[in-house]
């Protein structure tokens, strides 16, 4: 059968989730159910008495509900897998109840719900899935089906990345059916006491490497925090009693210096007239270990946090204004996660609070809502699919390819996740992919121009970001703007930088192999992975970004052109006859504004009035030479391009000038330095009014961020 199965009378780990942490519904009795189960249904229309727990816990939270269904699918299980028991000796049934009511109890809406019901049914009965469909409709169909494809994952075998993508695959076309393989663990987990030491590990190793690090994407938090403690228990039960040891101790001191910092609180916000409700939220048993570890000796208020739940978004910052007005704020733990929410939908301010004792309390301020959703995730979001009461039916076909849906509320990261997941060029890659991306727990948030956001893992840099919004177009990404300053493509990102991507235009754009190096998300790595697996000859050996030599079939630098020069003509307005000569140092053309100078030989040289020889003239004295331009309109000028560099640069900017009708004097390309290329061209202009086109057109070249006129020193 698909279900764990222990007595949970026999010694085991103790469960974590008990009254030292907080006071909830008390734990559902499984014999008691299974007594009421093999007694038989209740009278036709009634609900059973065996999920009465279930039914009180959804009507908290769905006073309307219609239990109907879940009274014709708790008898359809029941009489289903009547006969059959857990290893424990207690009737199968008590399994799908005990799942059911930790989804109720979490928000489940009735759908998910009645399949939780049925989770086992079609693989360990003989129930169909058109006996599903036909008697609870396709929405139900469809979440028993999807959670019966995950049954049958093998979690220790070599087949394991393969399945491991079918249930991201599942999980994905409906977040729902991991809420309920969720649930389905936790409640394995619990009653997990009597199997083998070596299967006990198995089971929490991979409940730790994949199971929890999902629930924390989807936001889960109340699954999530119970598995990391049973986890804890069975992997490391030494430091496990350690830390309940601290926690039993906590909790038999007389003062608590938490309760007083939280009747403080209520006095400021009661003040200040903010409704509010203050609670404090005792830290389960991992996090007391890490705070532990972090902090060393453990003292009062680092057993728990304050949680003020408020009814507006207003009033949160209103609550933070007073706190940190009355009372001690410790600035550095500030971090508002409702301006920007994390990616799995959790919205709060978190903040702390000092005692003149020197005792910290960690606050959480959040609505009742982003509390609901803080706990629950996707479960708390109920169908995701209905449509809204007014909206016409769905057709059929705005259904996606291979029964998937489109979901309007999915975590971004799920999304992400499923359209790197098919890019995968191979299930190998796909694992190690996911496994990376699992450990990386911590997530910041970069801004783009536009004043969108971009969910990234931390150590992510420009590369995961193009990847990130442009998908695999960024392949045509030339370089980056952080913060309004130029970057390369290997600048890793912090928390809050605003990034600009300069995209080029050309299709046949090619990702470089030392991308995959400075590549920390799923999406970028792996799209990159396929372009290079698709063109092996294009990227066995790739080409320098731009040559550090001279253009072919040009002079090199101070090497006379074949032909003389076309020049504009200047004239010394009170040296009539004077010979003019155009400085090279800042090569003017009409119409800049220019002056001239006196050089041996009684020639005039001609300079922009901005150009540095002109103040170093002026320093000593030399007198200056009115000048104007004259008829001619021909000129040559010298232009400096910085670029990124990129395969055939040179020749699209080289081509880019012809276009204009630029003549090309001479040219030197520097070395590249940190994947930036600086080009020097001297051009001659049949008319110097052309001059700003060809600057433009150069400008455009992809991979070509400014252009400008040189100005020597």
């Given at each position: 059968?698909?279900?764990?199965?222990?007595?949970?009378?026999?010694?085991?780990?103790?469960?974590?989730?008990?009254?030292?942490?907080?006071?909830?519904?008390?734990?559902?009795?499984?014999?008691?159910?299974?007594?009421?189960?093999?007694?038989?249904?209740?009278?036709?229309?009634?609900?059973?008495?065996?999920?009465?727990?279930?039914?009180?816990?959804?009507?908290?939270?769905?006073?309307?509900?219609?239990?109907?269904?879940?009274?014709?699918?708790?008898?359809?299980?029941?009489?289903?897998?009547?006969?059959?028991?857990?290893?424990?000796?207690?009737?199968?049934?008590?399994?799908?109840?005990?799942?059911?009511?930790?989804?109720?109890?979490?928000?489940?809406?009735?759908?998910?719900?009645?399949?939780?019901?049925?989770?086992?049914?079609?693989?360990?009965?003989?129930?169909?899935?058109?006996?599903?469909?036909?008697?609870?409709?396709?929405?139900?169909?469809?979440?028993?089906?999807?959670?019966?494809?995950?049954?049958?994952?093998?979690?220790?075998?070599?087949?394991?990345?393969?399945?491991?993508?079918?249930?991201?695959?599942?999980?994905?076309?409906?977040?729902?059916?991991?809420?309920?393989?969720?649930?389905?663990?936790?409640?394995?987990?619990?009653?997990?006491?009597?199997?083998?030491?070596?299967?006990?590990?198995?089971?929490?190793?991979?409940?730790?490497?994949?199971?929890?690090?999902?629930?924390?994407?989807?936001?889960?938090?109340?699954?999530?925090?119970?598995?990391?403690?049973?986890?804890?228990?069975?992997?490391?039960?030494?430091?496990?009693?350690?830390?309940?040891?601290?926690?039993?101790e906590n909790a038999a001191l007389t003062d608590d210096p938490l309760a007083g910092i939280a009747d403080e609180v209520r006095g400021v916000l009661r003040e200040a007239d903010i409704p509010a409700e203050v609670l404090i939220r005792p830290r389960h048993f991992v996090s007391v270990h890490r705070v532990s570890r972090k902090r060393g000796e453990l003292r009062g208020a680092d057993f728990g946090r304050l949680l003020v739940l408020v009814n507006e978004d207003a009033d949160c910052y209103a609550v933070l204004g007073e706190l940190h007005t009355c009372m001690t704020p410790v600035v550095s733990e500030f971090k508002d996660f409702i301006a920007v929410p994390k990616f799995n939908l959790y919205q709060s301010l978190h903040t702390a609070v000092a005692r003149a004792d020197g005792q910290v309390a960690e606050v959480l301020i959040r609505t009742h809502q982003m509390h609901k959703v803080a706990e629950a995730g996707v479960v708390a979001l109920g169908n995701p699919y209905a449509p809204a009461a007014d909206?016409?039916?769905?057709?059929?076909?705005?259904?996606?390819?291979?029964?998937?849906?489109?979901?309007?509320?999915?975590?971004?990261?799920?999304?992400?996740?499923?359209?790197?997941?098919?890019?995968?060029?191979?299930?190998?890659?796909?694992?190690?992919?996911?496994?990376?991306?699992?450990?990386?727990?911590?997530?910041?948030?970069?801004?783009?121009?536009?004043?969108?956001?971009?969910?990234?893992?931390?150590?992510?840099?420009?590369?995961?970001?193009?990847?990130?919004?442009?998908?695999?177009?960024?392949?045509?990404?030339?370089?980056?703007?952080?913060?309004?300053?130029?970057?390369?493509?290997?600048?890793?990102?912090?928390?809050?930088?605003?990034?600009?991507?300069?995209?080029?235009?050309?299709?046949?754009?090619?990702?470089?192999?030392?991308?995959?190096?400075?590549?920390?998300?799923?999406?970028?790595?792996?799209?990159?992975?396929?372009?290079?697996?698709?063109?092996?000859?294009?990227?066995?050996?790739?080409?320098?970004?731009?040559?550090?030599?001279?253009?072919?079939?040009?002079?090199?630098?101070?090497?006379?052109?074949?032909?003389?020069?076309?020049?504009?003509?200047?004239?010394?307005?009170?040296?009539?006859?004077?010979?003019?000569?155009?400085?090279?140092?800042?090569?003017?053309?009409?119409?800049?504004?220019?002056?001239?100078?006196?050089?041996?030989?009684?020639?005039?040289?001609?300079?922009?009035?901005?150009?540095?020889?002109?103040?170093?003239?002026?320093?000593?004295?030399?007198?200056?030479?009115?000048?104007?331009?004259?008829?001619?309109?021909?000129?040559?000028?010298?232009?400096?391009?910085?670029?990124?560099?990129?395969?055939?640069?040179?020749?699209?900017?080289?081509?880019?000038?012809?276009?204009?009708?630029?003549?090309?004097?001479?040219?030197?390309?520097?070395?590249?330095?940190?994947?930036?290329?600086?080009?020097?061209?001297?051009?001659?202009?049949?008319?110097?009014?052309?001059?700003?086109?060809?600057?433009?057109?150069?400008?455009?070249?992809?991979?070509?961020?400014?252009?400008?006129?040189?100005?020597?020193?």
């Open positions: 059968m698909s279900a764990e199965a222990t007595n949970p009378a026999t010694p085991g780990p103790a469960a974590p989730a008990a009254a030292v942490r907080r006071k909830a519904r008390p734990r559902i009795d499984l014999r008691r159910l299974g007594r009421a189960a093999l007694l038989g249904n209740a009278a036709r229309g009634k609900l059973p008495d065996a999920i009465g727990h279930v039914a009180e816990a959804h009507r908290a939270h769905y006073p309307d509900a219609d239990l109907e269904p879940l009274r014709r699918a708790y008898v359809l299980a029941e009489s289903s897998h009547r006969g059959q028991m857990r290893k424990s000796g207690e009737p199968y049934i008590t399994h799908p109840l005990a799942v059911t009511l930790i989804l109720a109890e979490l928000g489940a809406e009735t759908t998910t719900l009645t399949a939780s019901l049925l989770h086992d049914t079609v693989e360990d009965t003989d129930v169909t899935l058109e006996q599903v469909r036909e008697q609870f409709g396709e929405e139900v169909r469809y979440l028993v089906d999807g959670v019966t494809k995950l049954e049958k994952v093998d979690y220790g075998a070599a087949a394991e990345p393969e399945t491991f993508r079918k249930m991201l695959v599942a999980t994905g076309s409906d977040v729902r059916v991991m809420s309920i393989k969720l649930a389905d663990r936790l409640h394995n987990m619990r009653t997990l006491g009597v199997m083998r030491r070596e299967k006990q590990e198995r089971i929490a190793k991979v409940t730790r490497d994949v199971l929890i690090p999902l629930a924390e994407r989807l936001g889960v938090q109340a699954l999530k925090t119970e598995l990391e403690d049973l986890v804890f228990a069975i992997l490391h039960p030494e430091e496990y009693e350690h830390t309940r040891e601290l926690i039993a909206a016409p039916a769905p057709e059929a076909s705005d259904e996606a390819a291979d029964g998937e849906r489109a979901d309007p509320t999915r975590p971004g990261w799920l999304s992400r996740l499923l359209d790197w997941q098919k890019a995968a060029p191979d299930t190998d890659t796909f694992w190690s992919t996911l496994r990376e991306d699992l450990a990386q727990d911590r997530e910041i948030t970069v801004f783009r121009p536009d004043g969108g956001t971009l969910g990234l893992p931390e150590g992510a840099t420009c590369v995961d970001a193009a990847y990130a919004q442009y998908g695999e177009d960024a392949h045509a990404c030339i370089g980056a703007r952080v913060n309004g300053r130029l970057a390369t493509l290997s600048t890793v990102l912090t928390d809050g930088d605003t990034v600009q991507l300069l995209m080029g235009q050309d299709p046949a754009s090619e990702p470089s192999r030392e991308w995959l190096e400075h590549a920390h998300t799923p999406a970028a790595r792996i799209a990159i992975q396929r372009w290079l697996a698709a063109h092996p000859d294009s990227t066995d050996e790739l080409p320098a970004p731009a040559s550090s030599r001279p253009v072919p079939d040009l002079p090199a630098p101070g090497t006379a052109p074949s032909a003389a020069p076309r020049t504009a003509s200047a004239v010394a307005a009170d040296r009539p006859g004077a010979t003019v000569r155009l400085a090279g140092c800042c090569t003017p053309v009409p119409p800049d504004e220019v002056t001239g100078f006196a050089v041996r030989g009684g020639v005039i040289t001609v300079h922009r009035v901005e150009c540095a020889s002109v103040a170093h003239m002026k320093s000593t004295g030399r007198p200056e030479v009115a000048v104007s331009w004259g008829d001619s309109t021909a000129c040559r000028v010298t232009l400096v391009a910085e670029s990124f560099g990129r395969p055939h640069l040179l020749a699209d900017l080289t081509e880019a000038m012809a276009q204009e009708g630029a003549e090309i004097v001479s040219a030197t390309v520097e070395p590249p330095s940190q994947q930036r290329v600086r080009h020097t061209y001297t051009v001659e202009l049949p008319d110097a009014a052309h001059l700003p086109a060809l600057m433009r057109a150069m400008r455009n070249v992809p991979g070509v961020y400014d252009v400008g006129r040189a100005q020597h020193q």
